[in-house]
């Protein structure tokens, strides 16, 4: 099956730092999103990018379906912003999660 | 709208023990998930639906079933609990490419 791989599996930003999430994937999908898990375990959708490049006020993703990976940006880190982000990729029906990179924001 | 909800919250078997999780949508969306989540993993395909009535089989389908009676439900069952099935389940609904996931069932097998 396809393997999705999330780097780096740990960040720890200061408030107000920037950071970039990537997710390699490899083979051709057929979509992809962006999730957020928050503290409490809610799963939040924050993009859905099979290519190209999407913004949302202080987030933004960029999919190369080319290249097979993509990339979320988070600028101006914000406490709340902590948890874990994961992508997923789908081909058909099935659905791969990564395992995910756990962001931790300190004030 | 409710959106995607999950019945129960939290859940205790005992090894051999069955149960069924319920999952319920208001978003008339065709497609239906099953998710298990475990400990610093992602989230794992369990079974999913295209419609109501069908089902098909995910990345991880053993001791778990499914029924997509009803096109808003989407039922996970356990016939025999086992502790590696000790997990959170999540399920997700979606019409075309965006899911949207319940808030999770925590299940501990004993």
């Known amino acids: 099956g396809i393997q999705v791989e999330q780097s780096p599996p740990d960040l720890i930003l200061q408030e107000g730092a920037n950071s970039t999430l990537r997710c390699n994937f490899s083979?051709?999908?057929?979509?992809l999103q962006w999730f957020h898990q928050n503290p409490w375990g809610q799963l939040i959708n924050l993009f859905y990018?099979?290519?190209g490049t999407k913004q949302n006020g202080r987030l933004s993703a960029t999919t190369v379906a080319t290249e097979r990976y993509s990339l979320l940006y988070i600028s101006s880190s914000q406490t709340t912003d902590s948890g874990v982000y994961f992508c997923?990729?789908?081909?058909?029906?099935?659905?791969?999660f990564g395992t995910g990179t756990k962001l931790q924001v300190i004030p | 709208n409710a959106g995607v909800t999950q019945t129960p919250k939290f859940r205790v078997l005992k090894t051999g023990q069955s149960m069924t999780l319920l999952c319920a949508q208001d978003m008339n969306h065709e497609y239906m998930y099953w998710y298990r989540q475990d400990p610093g993993m992602g989230l794992r395909l369990i079974h999913y639906?295209?419609?109501?009535?069908?089902?098909a089989k995910g990345e991880v389908p053993d001791g778990y079933n499914v029924s997509r009676l009803k096109k808003q439900n989407f039922l996970l069952g356990l016939e025999s609990a086992a502790p590696s099935q000790t997990s959170v389940y999540f399920c997700?609904?979606?019409?075309?490419?965006?899911?949207?996931f319940g808030p999770g069932t925590r299940l501990t097998v004993l």
């Open positions: 997700a609904s979606s019409w075309g490419d965006t899911q949207y």
């Open positions: 083979d051709s999908v057929n979509n």
């Open positions: 997923a990729v789908r081909m058909g029906q099935k659905v791969t």
């Open positions: 639906s295209v419609g109501e009535g069908t089902t």
């Open positions: 990018i099979p290519s």
